[in-house]
């Protein structure tokens, strides 16, 4: 089976400031790593990927992960916050050798409030 | 390019009815999935579709159904609605592969159940 924890429910940063939001998984294979963004009452925001090569991933509005294999981890970062990057953010994995039971299948943390302080 | 569009935005329903909720996916995306979302729980899987099959499937009661059709559209029907029921139901869609790219989702159909 395959989870993702992400372990702070906030994180808070000032504007221009570098921020972090913490992400690890599990699973039994290897995996596809991603990272989405939550607005008030709109859907999820795809920010960035991690499939396979370098363990630094670049994604939207200036937003780069790190792919850490031997610590499961898949953190989200930015070296400068802005305000307007406050929304729920979330992390989420599928399990390649899962075959078609990862079919369409991604298992989502619960996600990390951040809000940046002007 | 026209993004994931799903119908209606908002439905309040009684508890006991049945509703169905629309998902037309980005034009050439075979797959698409469809997760339910509440404070309590979070984000969780629904079941995913391509080509007109279910492929996968989460732990959610029978009451909780779908299809899509040829054109890729899929519908999510829950029957005997409860309280609990009460969600954003978020729809994906994807090009369909085991190494696929990322899910691209709607802005969602808020439900209420009351």
């Known amino acids: 089976a395959q989870s993702v924890a992400q372990p702070e429910d906030q994180v808070n940063v000032a504007e221009g400031n570098p921020l972090t939001v913490k992400c690890t998984y599990s699973?039994?294979?290897?995996?596809?790593l991603f990272w989405y963004v939550q607005y008030p009452n709109r859907g999820l925001q795809f920010l960035l990927k991690?499939?396979?090569?370098?363990?630094l991933v670049k994604g939207s509005y200036g937003f780069e992960a790190e792919f850490n294999k031997s610590q499961t981890s898949f953190h989200l970062k930015k070296p400068s916050a802005l305000v307007s990057d406050s929304a729920l953010y979330f992390c989420?994995?599928?399990?390649?050798?899962?075959?078609?039971?990862?079919?369409?299948?991604?298992?989502f943390g619960q996600g990390t409030i951040l809000t940046v302080h002007p | 390019k026209a993004g994931v569009t799903q119908t209606p935005r908002y439905l309040i329903k009684t508890r006991g009815q049945q509703v169905t909720l629309s998902c037309s996916p980005i034009?050439?995306?075979?797959?698409v999935s469809w997760y339910q979302q509440t404070p309590g729980q979070g984000l969780q899987f629904l079941f995913e579709?391509?080509?007109?099959?279910?492929?996968n499937k989460g732990n959610f009661p029978g009451r909780f159904s779908g299809r899509q059709f040829s054109n890729s559209r899929s519908e999510m029907n829950v029957s005997t609605l409860e309280l609990g029921d009460s969600a954003l139901y978020l729809c994906?869609?994807?090009?369909?592969?085991?190494?696929?790219?990322?899910?691209?989702f709607g802005q969602g159909t808020r439900l209420t159940v009351v």
């Open positions: 579709y391509f080509s007109e099959t279910q492929r």
């Open positions: 991690y499939i396979t090569g370098d363990n």
């Open positions: 034009s050439g995306h075979r797959s």
């Open positions: 699973v039994s294979g290897n995996p596809y």
């Open positions: 994906a869609s994807s090009l369909g592969g085991l190494k696929n790219t990322e899910a691209f």
């Open positions: 989420a994995v599928r399990d390649i050798r899962a075959g078609g039971t990862s079919y369409g299948k991604l298992t």
